[in-house]
């Protein structure tokens, strides 16, 4: 039978697109990229207003430049991180080292744990901002919309990459402890004694002679005339 650590066997195999494409933790992940350049792109393109008045542009959420920084910045690192993770699942299954799988799935874990904190932040710090905007006629709501109700897809979407992160670390430490037994306290590893329940070897046989005839070392027998 062949060994399998999170998720994958150990053995490796060829790269197969179409059971790549079709895997839930893939779909999940485009959409998660996908909602991270909407963000950052909308934000970029239309996040700003330039009003006649003064020759610097404003952030559309409430001229709060630290809004549009902020969500630029978590969009931007989570499309990186989609397309990283996206190569690191594809030549997954091609790693034989069970550490180094180890250390994908935790540093999966880890980040799509706090990603899914950040764009919760990002979500309420932009509908609170939006929420307190004035003068909404000069500003594109449209743009402004999209990026509130993508980063609150965001928020959905990392979240069950996390989940996804830890059912596969998870599945990864039961099939260790499953696979590996400790020799100390697993003694159903050892061969069964060949000697239990008696004082000798198990083939050894009990000599045909009887006791009475067999010659005692060093005792005289005159002989016979």
């Known amino acids: 039978m062949q060994s399998s650590a999170y998720g994958a066997s150990l053995a490796g195999g060829a790269f197969d697109p ?10 999940v992940r485009c959409l998660s990229w996908l909602c991270s350049i909407v963000v950052f792109a909308t934000i970029t393109a239309e996040g700003y207003t330039n009003p006649q008045t003064k020759g610097v542009a404003e952030c559309i ?22 397309v990283v993770f996206l190569v690191l699942d594809a030549y997954f299954p091609q790693i034989s080292n069970a550490k180094e ?12 744990a706090l990603w ?7 979500f309420c710090v932009l509908a609170n901002q939006w929420s307190k905007t004035e ?17 609150f897809f965001s928020v959905f ?16 430490v039961s099939e260790f402890d499953q696979e590996y037994r400790d020799p100390v306290h697993d003694h159903g590893t050892y061969p069964p004694a060949q000697y239990a329940g008696s004082s000798g070897p198990t083939g050894y046989q009990q000599s045909p002679f009887p006791h009475s005839t067999q010659e005692q070392p060093g005792e005289y027998q005159p002989p016979t005339y």
């Open 116 to 122: 899914t904190l950040l764009w919760f932040i990002c």
């Open 18 to 27: 179409v059971s790549f494409v079709k895997q839930p933790q893939t779909i």
């Open 157 to 172: 979407t990392w979240g069950i990459l996390c989940y996804f992160a830890y059912a596969r670390y998870r599945q990864g």
């Open 135 to 151: 003068d909404n006629a000069a500003i594109p709501s449209d743009a402004a919309r999209a990026i509130v109700a993508f980063s």
């Open 61 to 82: 959420f409430n001229k709060n430049d630290s809004a549009c920084s902020y969500g630029v910045g978590v969009g931007v690192l989570a499309f990186l991180a989609c």
């Open 101 to 112: 799988r180890k250390l994908i799935v935790m540093g999966d874990l880890i980040f799509s």
